[in-house]
């Protein structure tokens, strides 16, 4: 049960499922806004995840120091508890409907649970992925990352599968009992702290992880406007909802495919060229989604801005590993707190711009420009050959 085979495939069936668990509520708005279920208003749904953004970036930030005090399996397991909780009573409301007044403030109780059992798992699993593979480190966070992202993908699949949005029960049921059959194999692991995971005893942050930080703040703007508003801002291009929500899936899909690529093939390539010049990719096909007005064309450039997008997140995460080996549980938090930083602001701020496409375009290639120089600044006399 120990052996490293087995370890592995724990770990990464862990970041999957953790991907799964983290959007069950999104997965679950319709039942929410049905006034025959929840009855929540849709300012009620947008303000759920409020406490979900607060709670991912304190565990993140909390994550590294804790991993640091108790070690890795302790916080792992804290985080994929709180998770098994939130799901597991999410699950048990179905007999509670009744009491409508009591509904949204579980809800919220409950998604800030799923917030910081989220924010501490994947804070984890990023280094203890990386502590696997001792030459591979970012490839070993870009697959725990495409994992995680299928993982998201998959709740609103199972949630398509379920067909009738009154049973709406049947994916909490499903997750819990996958979630949780997976956190006692975990258990049944043996995890040593190491080295890998401590602390210095005297530290403070590295000026060029604050780079990292502000990079990832700015990547998490793009990936919040189109998380978000995606489907709204193709349908401001002129195309139909459904090729709204096709564009949106193959956006989606870019991400993930690259990810795998990058995580496959930087092991034998260079591909830090790739990764450099990607934001300035990105950025050229933010201008030709602005030119074009063809539905087809527009769904093949989502796919291509997810595709140049998907490596600039773990990417940064793994190279942030092998320049700072010793923080490595700190730079998974760090960059994990920037990223929620970025999207959930920008989440908050973007329903006023939402019918100004030129305007958020604009914004969004200023961001990527920033990207790409933070990035050369990091690039010299760094390490970014051996993460890529």
């Known amino acids: 049960m120990n052996s490293k085979p087995v370890k592995i495939t724990i770990i990464f069936l862990l970041a999957f499922l953790t991907g799964v668990n983290f959007v069950v509520f999104p997965a679950l708005g319709t039942a929410f806004t049905d006034s025959s279920l929840f009855g929540l208003s849709s300012s009620q749904f947008g303000n759920l995840f409020i406490p979900q953004v607060i709670c991912i970036i304190i565990s993140c930030l909390a994550a590294p120091f804790l991993v640091n005090k108790w070690g890795p ?198 591909l830090s060229g790739v990764f450099l010049i990607s934001p300035l990719i990105v950025a050229g096909l933010l201008l030709l989604l602005l030119v074009y007005n063809n539905p087809d064309i527009i769904v093949l450039i989502m796919f291509f801005i997810g595709f140049f997008m998907g490596s600039l997140f773990p990417g940064s995460i793994g190279w942030g590993t092998v320049e700072f080996p010793t923080l490595s549980v700190l730079v998974s938090g760090f960059l994990m707190a920037a990223n929620q930083v970025g999207t959930g602001s920008i989440t908050n701020v973007l329903g006023h711009f939402s019918n100004k496409n030129t305007t958020v375009f604009q914004f969004l290639i200023i961001c990527l420009l920033i990207i790409f120089g933070l990035f050369f600044y990091l690039k010299r006399n760094s390490k970014i050959k051996e993460a890529f």
Request: aromatic share 14%; charged share 10%.
């Open 73 to 270: 399996k302790i916080i792992l397991a804290i985080g994929l508890l709180l998770m098994i909780i939130s799901t597991g009573t999410l699950w048990m409301l179905q007999y509670h409907m009744n009491n409508a007044s009591l509904l949204f403030p579980v809800l919220m109780i409950l998604v800030a649970f799923t917030g910081s059992g989220f924010g501490l798992s994947i804070t984890t699993l990023n280094p203890l992925a990386a502590s696997m593979f001792e030459d591979k480190k970012s490839s070993a966070i870009l697959i725990l990352q495409f994992l995680v992202g299928l993982g998201t993908s998959a709740a609103p699949l199972m949630m398509n599968l379920i067909g009738n949005v009154k049973n709406w029960m049947y994916l909490p049921e499903c997750i819990f009992v996958l979630v949780s059959t997976a956190f006692i194999a975990f258990l049944l692991l043996k995890l040593e702290k190491g080295t890998f995971f401590r602390l210095p005893g005297h530290f403070k942050i590295p000026p060029k992880l604050w780079v990292f930080f502000l990079a990832i703040v700015f990547y998490g703007f793009i990936e919040g406007t189109f998380g978000s508003f995606g489907a709204i801002i193709l349908t401001n291009q002129g195309i139909d909802s459904n090729k709204a929500s096709l564009g949106l899936s193959l956006f989606w899909g870019g991400i993930a495919l690259n990810r795998l690529l990058f995580g496959i093939f930087s092991e034998k390539n260079n």
